[in-house]
């Protein structure tokens, strides 16, 4: 395969920025960026230039269209491949409601698609999301009142305004869960409808300075939690497969992840939900393995890597690959999913810029490098949209700027 070349250097930034993102495990889709709702918790603060713009409240619209985004998608490998799509990975998706329902209408519908928000659906949004669409899954993030998290808004308005969705494309995450949460959680818990299915998210303060020393809900707070939701029939597990890529006639291709949990009652529930998946034979099924080999040596060559060694099984459906290019998560998810069959592929690496994915979201520039040189990744088009929102945050910031002197002038005056 002929590659283009190049010796740009990216500005670490943009990657940011991109519109389009191949991350851990799904393409991400955001036509904002920022977010209004300035939650403490929110993991995309883990990159200050992130936590400096939530900060502030600000919602940026990134000037591209659903038809420009499908564009970008259709000409990715990964996309073709079956990677799950994701809107609302960096900022909550209902903020972006018009462009990603716009997004949704479009895309193929064999492709699985993950709206994730934890805004309460207005009248509109409910009609849209209660139309029949098998590929769509919706991620509904309800948090408990907390005061130790500042969440002061009552969750059950997101749990009203889901009621009469189909069940089956909603997977309920409730969290996270601070030492406090527990009262407001058995709410939300006894107000979900039975069969729902959820994840209990734990409390994670990891890169989140304003969450330091904040105490999580125990261990025996969780395990009540759990044991009401099984009281009520709600399914309670970490994995949001059954309601989303089986939904499309895919498997999950982290299941070792799901055979091989240490907890064995969790593991119990989780593969009692296994027993009737449409894609349980493709999870849980042998593997052809030099078939799969033999498809994973064309596969590198399409993301441009290079391997220095054989693959090393690391479990029933797991391989880990040493190459000699820095690679990151983005060309694992890929790897992981276009190899007709559920199968969980790591890399690392000893080049320059490390292994895979050390970097939060964004990838080291190098690989960045790698995808524009093999066509992986419409790098230019992507670096010239992050380009536009930086001039727009740029202006948006000196404008804040002018507004504040003025004000201060304005306010020595006044004294």
């Given at each position: ?14 990657p ?7 991350v ?70 209902g ?22 928000t ?103 707070g ?24 089986a ?20 593991r ?32 590198l ?96 910031q ?18």
């Open positions: 395969m002929d590659r283009r070349t190049t010796t740009r250097s990216y500005d670490a930034l943009l940011e920025f991109f519109p389009v993102k191949l851990d495990a799904f393409i991400a889709v955001d036509f904002v960026v920022g977010c209004r709702f300035d939650c403490s918790y929110c993991l995309s603060r883990r990159h200050p230039v992130r936590q400096a713009l939530f900060d502030t409240g600000v919602a940026l619209d990134t000037r591209v269209s659903p038809r420009r985004a499908l564009a970008w998608l259709r000409s990715m490998p990964s996309y073709r491949s079956g990677v799950p799509l994701h809107i609302g990975h960096d900022t909550d998706a903020l972006e409601f018009d462009k990603g329902a716009e997004l949704i209408e479009l895309v193929d519908p064999g492709r699985s698609v993950a709206y994730h934890r805004k309460p659906f207005t009248d509109r949004e409910r009609a849209f999301f209660g139309a029949p669409r098998p590929n769509l899954l919706l991620m509904l993030t309800a948090t408990p009142r907390s005061a130790g998290l500042g969440v002061a808004s009552d969750p059950l308005e997101l749990v009203r305004s889901a009621a009469g969705l189909d069940a089956r494309g909603v997977h309920w995450v409730l969290g996270p869960l601070a030492a406090d949460s527990e009262p407001d959680a058995v709410r939300v818990l006894e107000a979900l409808p039975p069969g729902s299915r959820l994840t209990l998210k734990a409390l994670g303060a990891t890169g989140l300075p304003a969450l330091a020393g904040l105490a999580p809900l125990p261990a025996a969780l395990a009540r939690l759990e044991a009401l939701a099984h009281r009520r029939r709600l399914a309670v597990s970490e994995w949001s497969c059954r309601s989303g890529v939904r499309t006639g895919q498997g999950f291709f982290d299941v070792d992840r799901l055979t091989g949990q240490p907890d064995l009652v969790r119990a529930h989780d593969l009692i939900t296994c027993a009737d998946c449409p894609s349980r034979t493709q999870c849980h099924g042998a593997l052809d393995e030099p078939s799969l080999l033999a498809r994973l040596e064309r596969e060559r399409v993301v441009g890597l290079t391997p220095t060694a054989p693959p090393v099984r690391t479990g029933p459906r797991a391989y880990r690959l040493e190459v000699a290019e820095p690679a990151a998560r983005g060309d694992e998810a890929y790897l992981s999913h276009a190899l007709g069959r559920p199968v969980a592929i790591s890399l690392s690496s000893a080049a320059a810029g490390g292994g895979a994915g050390d970097r939060f979201s964004a990838p080291d520039p190098a690989v960045l490098r790698r995808w524009y040189g093999a066509g992986f990744l419409p790098v230019t088009e992507l670096n010239a949209a992050a380009e536009k929102v930086l001039e727009d945050l740029t202006r948006r000196a404008a804040r700027g002018r507004a504040a002197s003025l004000g201060a002038q304005h306010g020595s005056g006044a004294c």
